[in-house]
């Protein structure tokens, strides 16, 4: 999505006849957005990407909704959700809306199975594990703490080196999850003060073409409904392709944070855009520099949006007892902030060491049964002073 991106044999002209040596035709797909109107790729089958010898049902669940949650402050240990599964069958479903679901997982084992999820775009946040990321557009490197952005309706595989301890954090967005415009200039391009550049964006390779039929399953999510079509050739059977929709990763230590003179808001330290929600992300950096600064947040209400917090590494300035892997959820209308004691352990602090994924939705998130099984019952008396 950042840019364009060409790899591979593609003809000279779109929507051309392309042929082989032998004279067939390669099977130009083109994979468009917002009805042909917005970005897209075109894609150079060997063979026609409609073969398909049967669509059946496919059983897997994530989560069922928790009726009547009480609306107030939650963290939880997303580990106590923690199943059996590979790269899509192990999330946990946590909160969702209409605009986004937000998953935990522990991988712990392969498939050979292929992915794609229909109706929503895709950000793994890969908190522990390495590999590649497998699709049609080639191969991708996978390091530990990259956000992978993966286009819905892209067919893909996510292996790891081992499986040992493979951790993720997978936001669904049902609208294109984007750069933020005004990261980016008239033309496109990444601005000068962009917290990335186009440098830290990883793309896919093209590998030689895998032309081979058989029989070879695809798992496709179609909001909560899975279906798993059954394809006669193998998927990432592409000579070429062209285009700005693709799975790219870009890896959070690469994002350059904002400082400011006193305490700057989330808001600074956005990554992605999507309708209805932001992603942002917390990183190392040097703290406030106003000699009275406090570095803590101050106390804040959000009237607007419900704030996710995935914790990732080291420690957080203003929460006490928060691990990696933890999830807090602040709702809209319930204040909150620091901890007794954290404000003024801040102050005079010059850095923190701290990674965290962020998302604020505006529309409320509604919880499924795994927050009740993961959450922290006293979370919301630990403003208490003792
Ligand atoms: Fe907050």
Same mark, same amino acid.
């Given at each position: 999505m950042p840019f364009y991106v060409k790899q591979g044999q593609i003809p000279h002209k779109r929507h051309i006849a392309f042929e082989k040596e032998n004279g067939e035709l390669y099977r130009e797909e083109l994979f468009s957005t917002h009805g042909f109107s917005n970005i897209y790729s075109n894609k150079y089958h060997h063979n026609m990407p409609t073969k398909a010898l049967e669509v059946a049902p496919y059983a897997l669940g994530h989560g069922e909704a928790w009726d009547d949650p009480l609306i107030q402050n939650y963290k939880l240990d997303s580990r106590v959700a923690d199943c059996e599964g590979n790269f899509f069958s192990a999330r946990n479903k946590i909160f969702y809306n209409?605009? #986004? !679901? #937000?998953?935990?997982?522990?991988?712990? %084992?392969?498939?050979?199975? $292929? @992915? %794609?999820?229909?109706?929503?775009?895709? *950000? *793994? $946040? *890969?908190? +522990?594990?390495?590999g590649t990321l497998y699709s049609e557009y =080639?191969?991708?490197?996978?390091?530990?703490? &990259?956000?992978?952005?993966?286009?819905? =309706?892209?067919?893909? +595989? #996510?292996? $790891?080196?081992?499986?040992?301890?493979?951790r993720l954090f997978v936001i669904e967005s049902f609208s294109m999850v984007e750069v933020p415009k005004h990261f980016r200039n008239e033309y496109g391009q990444l601005l000068e003060s962009a917290p990335y550049c186009? %440098?830290?964006? %990883?793309?896919?390779?093209? +590998? &030689? !073409?895998?032309?081979?039929?058989?029989? $070879?399953?695809? *798992?496709?999510?179609? =909001?909560?409904?899975?279906q798993q079509m059954t394809l006669q050739w193998h998927p990432f059977d592409l000579v070429g392709w062209d285009g700005?929709? @693709?799975?790219? !990763?870009?890896?959070?230590?690469?994002? !350059?944070?904002?400082?400011g003179q006193i305490h700057l808001p989330p808001s600074d330290h956005l990554v992605f855009t999507a309708h209805n929600f932001v992603i942002c992300n917390f990183v190392p950096r040097p703290y406030d520099f106003h000699p009275k600064s406090i570095p803590a947040p101050y106390y804040h209400n959000n009237i607007d949006s419900d704030e996710v917090l995935y914790y990732v590494d080291g420690d957080f300035m203003s929460r006490t007892?928060?691990?990696?892997?933890?999830?807090? #959820?602040? +709702?809209?209308?319930?204040p909150h902030g620091p901890q007794p004691g954290r404000t003024e352990a801040s102050i005079g602090k010059k850095e923190t060491y701290e990674y965290a994924v962020m998302v604020d939705t505006f529309a409320p998130l509604q919880l499924t049964e795994h927050v009740h099984k993961c959450m922290s019952p006293d979370y919301n008396r630990s403003w208490i002073e003792d």
């Open positions: 209409k605009d #986004l !679901a #937000l998953y935990t997982a522990k991988v712990t %084992r392969d498939t050979d199975e $292929f @992915y %794609r999820n229909a109706y929503a775009d895709e *950000v *793994v $946040f *890969v908190h +522990q594990g390495q =080639g191969t991708l490197e996978v390091k530990q703490w &990259d956000y992978l952005v993966i286009p819905r =309706g892209t067919t893909y +595989q #996510l292996k $790891f080196s081992d499986y040992a301890n493979v186009e %440098r830290d964006i %990883r793309t896919p390779e093209l +590998q &030689d !073409a895998v032309v081979e039929s058989g029989v $070879f399953p695809l *798992v496709c999510k179609f =909001g909560d409904k899975y700005c929709v @693709y799975p790219w !990763a870009f890896n959070i230590t690469e994002y !350059a944070p904002k400082v007892g928060i691990e990696a892997g933890y999830l807090t #959820l602040h +709702q809209k209308g319930v």
